[in-house]
């Protein structure tokens, strides 16, 4: 006998736990066989190849409409990227060598490193 | 029997407080739908180095005195790094920094097409050390305690594996797959026999996170949805759903890895299983475990579905260490780097740990 009063919510919650550790505890025995291990090989394979040619035929119609495929998109992000971080290093080399030139007078003193264990 | 009678105003106030409930569900169900993205991080940081995919952070100091052996955090090359900043109260690196530490974040960006050719070599030999000597010119010190979640601490196992004695004073393992013949999903996943990663990698150059998303997805295949529901169950309560938001954000923002990193990981530690096996070869040297004999402190979840227990333990009887303790905590592979839970039980004995040994 238990002196908790019925909680619907707290019910549902245990129900969808319990739910949860089923489905998960039958994947791990699904998964555990060689044969699972190849249809999961295949299906990468399938995918890569299926990729690949629904990409192929996306560019060609994209080029006839005159607009760019994903992967010229894909290109300019990366040129934007390389470009942000070329800006980084730029403005890190820059800090550095200001630093070294006159350290910033509003800039924050550094903690002092004596801190010992309690 | 087993239910207690419950007088009219209890059932009265009980169906009050639900029908609230079921309201505020509804309501904060709709914010919840057009909400923007999560907010996270909880402290100030400056970017101090950039190389490659490779960025490192420095979190601001918050006390006047702080430990003399910095901290550097890897982050695992296929996550991004706020999860050790999520928010104010559920921060591991909120909580190292009022306790005293000169925090540091090794993370990574996510790697572009003319970086698919970066492997283990560069993240051990260039990212990982080049972190070092920038984290050496900024406090002046040469030591440093290296820290590592999942692949990140795999990342600084083998740097200190392959650099005894140069600079890493402690070595921090969060969740750290030593021995990847136990991680039998994966194993399954990326099986020998059938799975073809040269020509994944060679077709693909940067490996998608889909790709690996879907290996975790069916380690846990009812985890989306049992997270969901559960996240409907609490709709009404503000501090759940705003932690729900950052862990999704995190999950949905896993990064694509480099090429010829994802083929090493594959062929070198989940085929070769080479690290445990001390033949596991970066730019021409041989890792052994045998040659760290620094402090370890290795962080185990009890209920982690991704590194389980055996998959971490050999950082304790492998290393050449003799000053070694293991942490094994209850939860999941996250909650050791985010989460109130952490915040209460195990980041106070990182601290205990760590204090005296970054004098």
Redesign the interface.
């Known amino acids: 006998m238990t002196d908790k009063p019925f909680d619907p919510v707290a019910a549902w919650a245990d129900m969808v736990q319990k739910w949860e550790h089923e489905i998960n505890s039958w994947s791990t025995k699904l998964t555990d066989n060689e044969q699972f291990g190849a249809v999961l090989g295949q299906a990468t394979k399938v995918q890569l190849v299926a990729q690949r040619a629904f990409g192929e035929h996306m560019e060609t119609l994209l080029r006839n409409l005159n607009l760019p495929s994903k992967p010229q998109i894909d290109q300019i992000g990366e040129r934007l990227g390389a470009i942000e971080d070329s800006i980084d290093r730029l403005r890190l080399a820059i800090e550095a060598l200001a630093g070294k030139a006159a350290p910033k007078a509003d800039a924050t003193p550094e903690p002092r490193r004596t801190r010992k264990p309690a | ?4 009678q ?1 007088s009219g105003e ?1 059932v009265a106030d ?1 169906v009050r407080r ?1 029908v609230d ?1 079921a309201l505020k569900r509804n309501i904060k169900g709709l914010e919840f739908l057009t909400a923007a993205r999560a907010e996270v991080g909880a402290m100030a940081k400056d ?5 490659g995919t490779a960025m490192l952070w420095r979190y ?2 918050v ?6 052996v910095p901290l550097l955090i890897v982050s695992p090359p296929s996550n991004k790094g706020y999860i050790f900043d999520l928010a104010p109260g559920q921060s591991m690196v909120e909580y190292l920094l009022e306790r ?1 530490y ?1 925090v540091f974040n090794l993370d990574w ?2 790697p ?3 970086e698919a050719h970066l492997g283990l070599s560069d993240y051990v030999d260039r990212f990982i050390p080049d972190s070092m000597a920038r984290i050496a010119e900024i ?1 002046g ?1 040469r030591d440093v305690t290296l820290a590592g979640y999942c692949m990140g601490g795999t990342l600084a196992t083998i740097h200190a594996a392959l650099h005894a004695g140069n600079g890493v004073k402690n070595l921090i393992l969060f969740a750290t797959p030593i021995d990847f013949s136990t991680m ?2 994966f194993q ?2 990326a ?1 020998k ?4 990663v040269d ?2 990698v060679d ?2 150059g940067v490996i998608p996170p889909e ?1 690996m998303l879907g290996a975790f997805d ?6 989306r ?2 997270g969901r ?2 996240l409907w ?1 609490n709709m009404w309560n503000d501090e759940f759903v705003k932690s729900y938001r950052m862990f999704d954000r995190w999950a949905a923002e896993t990064l694509p890895v480099p090429g010829e990193y994802f083929r090493e990981q594959i062929k070198k530690l989940m085929w070769d299983n080479a690290l445990v096996h001390n033949r596991l070869e970066v730019g021409g040297r041989v890792a052994d475990l045998g040659a760290i004999t620094v402090p370890i402190l290795n962080i185990i979840a009890l209920h982690d ?1 991704i590194v389980s227990e055996e998959a971490a333990h050999p950082a304790m009887t492998l290393t050449g260490s003799t000053d070694c303790e293991e942490i094994i905590t209850k939860g999941g592979h996250v909650s050791l780097v985010a989460g109130p839970s952490a915040l209460r039980r195990l980041w106070p004995l990182i601290d ?1 740990w760590l ?2 040994r ?2």
């Open positions: 029997m087993g239910e207690q419950l209890d009980r639900e409930r970017l101090v180095h950039r190389e601001r100091p006390v006047d005195e702080i430990y003399r005293g000169d960006a996510p572009r097409q003319d406090t010190e039998k999903l399954k996943w099986d026999r059938h799975f073809d020509m994944v077709r693909l790709l069916l380690s846990r295949p009812a985890n949805t049992a529901l559960h169950t579905h205990g204090g005296k970054s004098v």
